[in-house]
């Protein structure tokens, strides 16, 4: 079989694998006619703790590997810059025990991120590390306006003046033995407030058994979905409450989110964004509390503890709903969102969705950099709410995230007063690994006292 020929079934049929032909690792075995591996480019930084003092140089080992095998001399190409940053790209061969490089350093507090990619096989890979250089000395941004307070107080006495009618319809199907599943809808701000009604959606799981038990309140990552709720938690003595922040059912066909995705909800974090009061997000943040109308007015729940918990967009509301209402006692945020997105003005990485990022191409700046967004985005950021705290926390989150970037979710972190616990994950990106979930599942059920 010729090389040609293996390298593409190696291709068609090993996915992030290949066949390694006469690359330079260890050879074919007799009983096979050609080998296949998986490739991957591994970054490793000099401190195993991925943590640099300012002025300290960061190293980083590249490897590139067949099968956790070296391949000798594969040729990378790597920059090295600030978290969302552009670098200079530079290519080098990597020798079998590693290419080390020196990344440099930086002057103040943030992070240092090496990205390396290679092609093998016409196929890219890339690998990544992110060293952090004095985090918690990171200093936000973003400013306060003086009538923060006074304009979400004033949103909230509004909100308190409509009725929240909720609609109640059992899902037979989704119940178990321990769980009622509900799909649930109640009234909430809308553009005229009393006169023209929005409702939010969403799914609720109660345990069966009577009795008095806690809340969680689960706050929706970006994006337009359904949802089924989370009978799990629920079966384990707590009221859930998923909700969806589109004022839309969430049990519908996921054809209908698609083309609501596609088309009218495409972009909608920037909806009405030159308008305090009008900004898409002014009724999601509403919604939220409204969220927690429902659910401590449920029979069942124990009068005392109500937790609300999100990832990305969701760990940016949780931290909004824990900051704007006084009855939430605790709240676990992954990855937050919209967290000092004034950075970016400032040649820093701010947080999703990035309005003020300068184009990496063109180098001009964000045509969202009007002064009405600007001071629209001083009421919404999630590093002024975090400023307000005063539940206990949980967060999470990790270096190599370029969606929400550590240096803006450090941003919001640092300025919590209240009582705080954060977990890190070097290598994670903007994913959900399943030792992720099951921190936050582990703290939340510590933190409500369950069995």
Request: hydrophobic share 40%.
């Given at each position: 079989m010729n090389l040609r020929l293996s390298l593409l079934i190696g291709v068609l049929f090993g996915h992030a694998a290949m066949a390694l032909g006469d690359l330079a690792i260890s050879p074919v075995p007799p009983q096979a006619a050609f080998r296949v591996a998986t490739i991957q480019v591994r970054v490793v930084p000099d401190h195993r703790d991925w943590t640099y003092q300012i002025g300290e140089s960061a190293h980083f080992r590249i490897f590139v590997t067949a099968d956790s095998e070296?391949?000798?001399?594969?040729?990378?190409?790597?920059?090295?810059?600030?978290?969302?940053?552009?670098?200079?790209?530079?290519?080098?061969?990597?020798?079998?025990?590693?290419?080390?490089i020196d990344g440099g350093t930086m002057n103040q507090p943030g992070f240092l991120r090496c990205v390396v990619t290679t092609a093998v096989a016409g196929r890219t890979y890339r690998g990544v590390a992110t060293a952090a250089f004095a985090p918690e000395k990171i200093v936000a941004t973003q400013v306060v306006p003086a009538d923060f307070d006074a304009f979400w107080q004033k949103q909230k006495d509004e909100l308190a003046k409509v009725p929240i009618e909720p609609l109640l319809t059992l899902l037979p199907d989704a119940c178990t033995d321990k769980v009622n599943v509900y799909?649930?809808?109640?009234?909430?701000?809308?553009?005229?407030?009393?006169?023209?009604?929005?409702?939010?959606?969403?799914?609720?799981?109660?345990?069966?058994?009577?009795g008095k038990y806690p809340a969680v309140l689960r706050v929706p990552g970006a994006g337009v979905r359904p949802y089924s709720g989370d009978k799990d938690l629920a079966a384990r003595g707590v009221i859930t409450l998923e909700i969806g922040v589109h004022g839309i059912p969430v049990n519908m066909t996921q054809s209908v989110y698609d083309n609501l995705a596609a088309g009218p909800l495409n972009g909608y974090w920037f909806f009405n964004f030159?308008?305090?009061?009008?900004?898409?997000?002014?009724?999601?943040?509403?919604?939220?509390?409204?969220?927690?109308?429902?659910?401590?007015?449920?029979?069942?729940?124990?009068?005392?503890?109500?937790?609300?918990?999100?990832?990305?967009?969701?760990?940016?509301?949780?931290?909004?709903?824990?900051?704007?209402?006084?009855?939430?006692?605790?709240?676990?945020?992954?990855?937050?969102?919209?967290?000092?997105?004034?950075?970016?003005?400032?040649?820093?990485?701010?947080?999703?969705?990035?309005?003020?990022?300068t184009d990496p191409v063109s180098g001009q700046p964000s045509h969202q950099a009007t002064p009405a967004k600007i001071e629209t985005a001083?009421?919404?950021d999630t590093v002024n709410f975090a400023r307000r705290l005063k539940a206990p926390g949980f967060y999470i989150w990790g270096y190599n995230d370029t969606t929400c970037p550590p240096t803006s979710t450090f941003a919001a972190y640092n300025v919590i007063t209240a009582p705080k616990t954060l977990?890190?994950?070097?290598?994670?990106?903007?994913?959900?690994?399943?030792?992720?979930?099951?921190?936050?599942?582990?703290?939340?059920?510590?933190?409500?006292g369950l069995k």
């Open positions: 070296s391949i000798d001399q594969a040729s990378v190409s790597y920059t090295v810059a600030p978290d969302l940053m552009p670098g200079t790209a530079k290519t080098a061969p990597v020798p079998l025990d590693g290419l080390l799909h649930v809808s109640f009234r909430n701000a809308g553009p005229n407030w009393t006169a023209v009604p929005s409702r939010m959606f969403g799914i609720l799981c109660e345990p069966k058994a009577p030159d308008d305090k009061e009008t900004f898409y997000y002014h009724r999601i943040y509403l919604g939220c509390v409204r969220a927690n109308d429902f659910l401590t007015g449920r029979e069942m729940w124990n009068g005392k503890d109500l937790v609300v918990a999100g990832a990305s967009q969701g760990g940016q509301l949780a931290i909004v709903t824990a900051a704007l209402d006084p009855r939430v006692t605790g709240l676990s945020a992954t990855h937050p969102a919209f967290c000092d997105v004034s950075a970016e003005l400032h040649g820093r990485a701010g947080g999703w969705p990035h309005p003020f990022q001083t009421y919404y977990a890190v994950e070097f290598e994670q990106a903007h994913s959900y690994p399943p030792e992720q979930g099951a921190a936050i599942n582990d703290w939340i059920i510590k933190f409500l």
